[in-house]
């Protein structure tokens, strides 16, 4: 099936530890996001990518770092550095265009005990 | 700059019943406006999209909304409600470049 893949759904970290969430599309879009979702505050944006070996800061970088070496696969680190990581973790992919929606997968739940 | 306000945290309406949610949203080009669902603990899911072609978006699920330039707004509506539709519901509008902008969403609670 063609979509976005999360994973892990659910993580639970200590405090000082640097965590990765995977994303993985077999859509062939060439753009995709991180989003970060807190109660209330709607989404917002962390880490974008249009194209593969670039990626560009969104509204709430700190803390954050990607790469994107393929064109499939865009994975976001929640460093230490991040005072307040525990949040929902969206990642989307985008078709070009000025009509392209975004495509969201199911999203990753990481608390910070 | 691009923004969206959605009007209402929370709206409840009883099974059957009308359900309107509110979008404005400011924009200096013009705008290509979106609605989403999200059911708890999931992703977000395209409910709607208007991108210049009809002021009356059709969606899925019996949804539709109507694009007021002279108001700025994209409220989203259903004649009937079902109680699948308890969600939380987010309206988006891109920015011709690389961002979308999200308002902070509307939870609609149905009541039987």
């Known amino acids: 099936d063609g979509g976005i893949t999360q994973s892990p759904k659910y993580l639970f970290r200590k405090e000082g530890q640097n965590v990765t969430l995977s994303c993985e599309q077999n859509l062939n879009h060439d753009a995709m996001y991180w989003y970060r979702q807190d109660p209330g505050q709607g989404l917002r944006l962390i880490y974008y990518?249009?194209?593969?070996?670039?990626?560009q800061k969104g509204d709430i970088a700190e803390g954050y770092s990607v790469s994107r070496e393929k064109k499939e696969s865009f994975p976001l680190t929640v460093t230490s550095a991040q005072k307040n990581p525990t949040a929902f973790y969206l990642c989307?992919?985008?078709?070009?265009?000025?009509?392209?929606?975004?495509?969201f997968g199911e999203g990753s739940r990481l608390t910070v005990l | 700059a691009q923004s969206v306000t959605q009007l209402g945290s929370h709206v409840s309406v009883s099974e059957g019943a009308l359900v309107l949610l509110r979008c404005n949203y400011s924009s200096s080009v013009p705008p290509y406006l979106f609605w989403y669902v999200q059911y708890p603990n999931q992703g977000l899911q395209l409910l709607l999209k208007y991108t210049s072609a009809a002021t009356l978006v059709k969606g899925i699920n019996g949804f539709e909304a109507e694009f007021k330039k002279s108001e700025t707004s994209f409220h989203l509506t259903k004649p009937s409600a079902h109680m699948s539709d308890a969600a939380e519901y987010f309206c988006?509008?891109?920015?011709?470049?690389?961002?979308?902008?999200f308002g902070s969403g509307t939870k609609l609670n149905v009541k039987p």
């Open positions: 990518s249009q194209i593969v070996n670039d990626f």
């Open positions: 988006a509008v891109w920015n011709n470049f690389n961002k979308f902008y």
């Open positions: 989307a992919t985008r078709q070009g265009g000025n009509t392209g929606e975004l495509f």
